[in-house]
C-alpha cells in the first residue's frame, strides 16, 4: 500500500491531479524547490524535502535530494529484513513512489545559450532518484512520463495498487529515457571528437509508421533529440501520413536539390534520381527534370529549393506524385496541391545538416562521415579541354552521381541530367543504361574510376563531348588515349563517390 510519494517535475503538466488524487488515499507528498512551490500554492498538503533531510538545498539547487534518507527510503528493499531494520534504526521511512521528469536538456542544447548555460540543465538528482526507484521497481512505482499518470491512477483505484508488469514497464522506460539523456549530453560534450569509444545515440520516437519497406515488415521513425536536421524539421501541409519509404525518398532528394546553389529540381524513385535539373526558375528546372525520365518519375517525390509557383504546381499535378518538398509554396499553388488529397506536400526550410551517415548491419554498425567533398582537383588529362558550358555540365552532372547508387553514370546537358544509369553490378551497363536514355550527347560523369577504356568508346557512340571521372585506375591511360581518338575531353577529380 502506497505510503509516501516523492514528486519532483519540471513538466508540470497533470501534476496537480496526480497529486490531489494521492494525497485523498492518505498518501503523503514530498517535494522540492519549484514543485513544493506549485503544490503549496494550489492548497496540496505537501512536505519539502530539507524538512525530510533536516538539511538545506545547497549550491543554486544542485544538491537537494542526494541524501541518504531519499536514496535509503527508495533502495530499501521491502522483502529483506536487514534493509528494512537498518532504515528503521536510521530513522528512515520507505518511499512508495517516485515522480520524476528531467531538466529539459532535449530542449536547452538546440538554443543558442553558453556552453556554461546548456551544462546547467544537465540533471543529476533527478536521473539518480529514477534510477534508484527503477532498481527497486518491485517496492518503488516509478513516474517520468505524464503519459502514464492516468494508467497508475486507474490502478490504484481499481485495486489499490500497481501490478507488477506496469512497475516493470515504468522502470524500463526510465532507462530508455535515461539511455537517449546520457547519449545527447555525451554527444555535447564530445562534439569535437568524430568517432568516440562507444556510439551514444538519442533518438525519440516521431511515429509509428503502418509498415516498412514492405507491408509485411514493422517500422517507426525516431527524429535527433537534438533537433537538427532537415527531415527533423518539416510540416505536412497536405495529404496522408508519411510512410517508411516515403521519409527515405524524401531525405535523397532533399540533399540532391541542395547540392546546387542555382535553383534545383530532383524527381526520384526508389531512392535514387531518376531527374534532376538546374535553371532559372522553378517550372523550367521541374520541366527538365520530369523530361529526364517521364516514366520513372510517375508516382515518386519531386524536390525543389526554392519556392513553388501556381504554374509549377499545376505542371506537378498532371501526373501522380507521392511527395512535393519545397521551402515554400505560394498560396494559389498550393490550392492546387491540395485538390490532389492524397499528395503529401511537404514545407522545409531547413538545408540537411547531417555530418555523419549511419548504416546496420547484423550485429553492429557502420558509422561514415557525409560525403559532402566534390573533388580533390580538377585536372585535365587529355588533348582537349572542356569548354566553359562542358565543365558546368561535368560539374552539374558528378553532384548529381554522389546521389546516384553505384555503379553510377550520369549524362547531362545544358544543366540538366538526360541519363541516369545507377545500381549496376558493371560499371558498362550503367553507362549503357544511361547513354541510350539520353540520345543526344551532351557530358557524362561516374562516381568511380573507369578499369578499362569501353566506357569511353561507348560514350563516343553517343556524341559525348566531355567525361568527368575520379581517376586512379592503373589502366587511366587506356581511357585517355581513347578519349584522345574520340575528342573527347575528360577531367578527374581524385574522389570517388560510390553510393551502396
Known sequence: MLKRALISVFDKE?????????VNRGVEVISTGGTYRHLKENNIPVTEVNEVTGF????DGRVKTLHPIIHGGILAIRENPKHMETIQNKGIEPIDMVVV????????????????EKVEFIDIGGPTMIRAASKNFKDVIVL?????????????????????????????????LMSAYDAAISNFLLEDEEYPEYLSLSYKKSMDLRYGENSHQSAAYYTATNGTGAINNFEILNGKQLSYNNIKDMDIAWKTVWE??????CGLKHNTPCGVAIGDNVYDVYEKAYSCDPVSIFGGIVAVNSKVDKKTAEKMAEIFLEIVIAPDYDEDALEVLKQKKNLRVIKCNIKPEDKFNLAKVDGGILVQSEDTLFAEKMEVVTEKKPSKEELRDLEFAMKVCKYVKS??????????????????????WAATEALERAKNGGVLASDAFFPFDDVVTEAAKWGIKAIIQPGGSVRDEDSIKACNENNIAMVFTGIRHFKH
Open 14 to 22: 497533470g501534476i496537480l491531479d496526480l497529486a490531489k488524487f494521492l
Open 56 to 59: 538545506d538545498e545547497i549550491l
Open 101 to 116: 521528469n528531467l531538466y529539459p536538456f532535449f530542449e536547452k542544447v538546440k538554443e543558442d545559450l553558453e556552453f556554461e
Open 144 to 176: 517520468t512520463d505524464t503519459k502514464d499518470y492516468k494508467n497508475v491512477m486507474e490502478q490504484i483505484e481499481t485495486n489499490g495498487d500497481v501490478d507488477y508488469n506496469t512497475r516493470k514497464r515504468l522502470a524500463g522506460k526510465v532507462f530508455n
Open 260 to 265: 546546387f546553389d542555382e535553383i534545383a529540381c
Open 407 to 428: 555503379n553510377a553514370i550520369v549524362v547531362a546537358k545544358d544543366g540538366m541530367a538526360t541519363g541516369i544509369g545507377g545500381g549496376q553490378v558493371n560499371r558498362i
